[in-house]
């Protein structure tokens, strides 16, 4: 009964945690609009792009055409996709073009195009990744991309890919080339600062070691390292003979001292290095 009651009511707290994120985010993803990159003419794709392009074209108001276009994609979304995107999307769909209205007689931060690009990158990323983080979306081009998806069979990445690549060439159409540049530049920037606010700054590394001197490796790394290793079962692809892989986690304080080992023990050794964005348990972060 009481686990019952705990549960429920983690589940009522993560819900309205996921709430916040999806409003903050939007709210963030407005200013960083309406500071940065509106102002210097940045279509940095998505809705807000188009309506970066259709303002300088037009005239019209950037907020009403993000909700001219956001409502009827996620209509769209809901009809051709079901249901799958719940609430938190409608909100975050309805919520960011309110706060693009709501932020729009801002004075810019800069009006130097290149740093408007770059910052307006940033925060709108960091927005939103606040609102991926809500397990939820603002609509717009995503939805769009989707169901290009669906009915044409071209993967996600490329769905996406094309929908912005048309924004930034008719960015340079619409105002001129450079205009179209920084885009781009502002489209690479979010995608970046989304992943670092989806998996955070990389502060360890894996390491895969492959060595004829197993044991002695195995030694001096917990010896002079203090990590512990694991001895993963591998075949030799060219001869087919088992082929011992260990692998070891360290903080990248601690990389250089076990390259300093390797090359000590087994400088013939076969190692490859990548990135540990979250590493949870002992010697780590607790889950």
Same mark, same amino acid.
């Given at each position: 009964?009481?686990?019952?009651?705990?549960?429920?009511?983690?589940?009522?707290?993560?819900?309205?945690?996921?709430?916040?994120?999806?409003?903050?985010?939007?709210?963030?993803?407005?200013?960083?609009?309406?500071?940065?990159?509106?102002?210097?003419?940045?279509?940095?794709?998505?809705?807000?792009?188009?309506?970066?392009?259709?303002?300088?074209?037009?005239?019209?108001?950037?907020?009403?055409?993000?909700?001219?276009?956001?409502?009827?994609?996620? =209509?769209?979304?809901?009809?051709?996709?079901?249901? *799958?995107?719940?609430?938190?999307?409608?909100?975050?769909?309805?919520?960011?073009?309110?706060?693009?209205?709501?932020?729009? &007689?801002?004075?810019?931060?800069?009006?130097?195009? #290149?740093?408007?690009?770059?910052?307006?990158?940033?925060?709108?990323?960091?927005?939103?990744?606040?609102?991926?983080?809500?397990?939820?979306?603002?609509?717009? !081009?995503?939805?769009?991309?989707?169901? =290009? !998806?669906?009915?044409?069979?071209?993967?996600?990445?490329?769905?996406?890919? #094309?929908?912005?690549?048309? =924004?930034?060439?008719?960015?340079?159409?619409?105002? &001129?080339?450079?205009?179209?540049?920084?885009?781009?530049?502002?489209?690479?920037?979010?995608?970046?600062?989304? &992943?670092?606010?989806?998996?955070?700054?990389?502060?360890?590394?894996?390491?895969?070691?492959?060595?004829?001197?197993?044991?002695?490796?195995? &030694?001096?790394?917990?010896?002079?390292?203090?990590?512990?290793?694991?001895?993963?079962?591998?075949?030799?692809?060219?001869?087919?003979?088992?082929?011992?892989? #260990?692998?070891?986690?360290?903080?990248?304080?601690?990389?250089?001292?076990?390259?300093?080992?390797?090359?000590?023990?087994?400088?013939?050794?076969?190692?490859?290095?990548?990135?540990?964005?979250?590493?949870?348990?002992?010697?780590? *972060?607790?889950?």
């Amino acid at each position: 009964m009481g686990n019952t009651a705990y549960q429920s009511h983690s589940s009522v707290k993560n819900v309205i945690q996921e709430y916040i994120f999806v409003i903050a985010g939007a709210a963030v993803i407005a200013l960083g609009f309406n500071v940065f990159l509106f102002p210097n003419q940045v279509a940095s794709g998505g809705v807000s792009g188009i309506s970066t392009i259709l303002h300088g074209m037009f005239g019209w108001n950037a907020g009403i055409v993000q909700y001219a276009f956001n409502i009827p994609l996620f =209509i769209a979304g809901v009809l051709v996709l079901g249901k *799958k995107f719940g609430v938190k999307s409608l909100v975050g769909t309805l919520a960011l073009p309110l706060f693009v209205i709501l932020t729009e &007689d801002w004075e810019a931060w800069t009006l130097n195009p #290149l740093l408007g690009a770059i910052f307006g990158g940033i925060v709108v990323g960091f927005g939103i990744g606040l609102v991926f983080k809500g397990n939820a979306s603002t609509g717009g !081009t995503d939805l769009l991309a989707q169901i =290009i !998806t669906k009915y044409t069979g071209l993967t996600l990445g490329t769905s996406v890919l #094309l929908i912005d690549g048309i =924004i930034a060439v008719s960015a340079a159409l619409v105002f &001129d080339l450079e205009k179209g540049l920084y885009a781009l530049i502002g489209l690479y920037v979010t995608t970046k600062t989304i &992943d670092i606010v989806q998996l955070g700054f990389s502060q360890s590394k894996m390491v895969y070691i492959i060595t004829q001197r197993e044991e002695e490796v195995r &030694d001096a790394i917990y010896k002079n390292v203090n990590r512990g290793v694991t001895k993963l079962s591998a075949i030799g692809g060219y001869t087919g003979e088992n082929r011992p892989v #260990l692998m070891v986690v360290v903080y990248q304080t601690e990389f250089t001292k076990l390259k300093q080992v390797l090359k000590d023990v087994d400088p013939q050794a076969f190692v490859i290095v990548s990135d540990a964005y979250e590493v949870l348990g002992e010697g780590f *972060k607790r889950a």
